[in-house]
């Protein structure tokens, strides 16, 4: 999965790239719908893609602020003034 997150991400800056030679040199309009479409699949599809692949076996508990969390917190600050 990280191999075609990587050759996905190369192909995005790729055509984000033609796009800014196309709207220099030959068509403004191509250029732009070429810089537009990589945008919009880099937004679509490759965003969604890498967040999978880095929160796949992660739980989100870890990350949010319960009572549970809040606590821990507050010991583990406590633990560190006495130090």
């Known amino acids: 999965m990280m191999n075609f997150l ?20 030959e068509d403004v ?11 919009l699949a880099s937004a679509f599809i490759l965003m969604p893609i890498f967040l999978y692949v880095r929160w796949k076996g992660k739980r989100l508990e870890d990350y949010t602020l ?3 969390n809040i606590k821990k917190m507050k010991e583990e ?3 560190k003034r006495f130090d």
């Open 66 to 68: 319960s009572d549970k």
């Open 29 to 39: 309009v191509l250029g732009d719908r070429i810089i537009g479409l990589a945008v």
């Open 6 to 25: 990587k050759i996905l991400t190369v192909l995005i800056i790729l055509a984000i790239g033609t796009g800014f030679y196309y709207r220099i040199n």
């Open 77 to 79: 600050g406590r633990d």
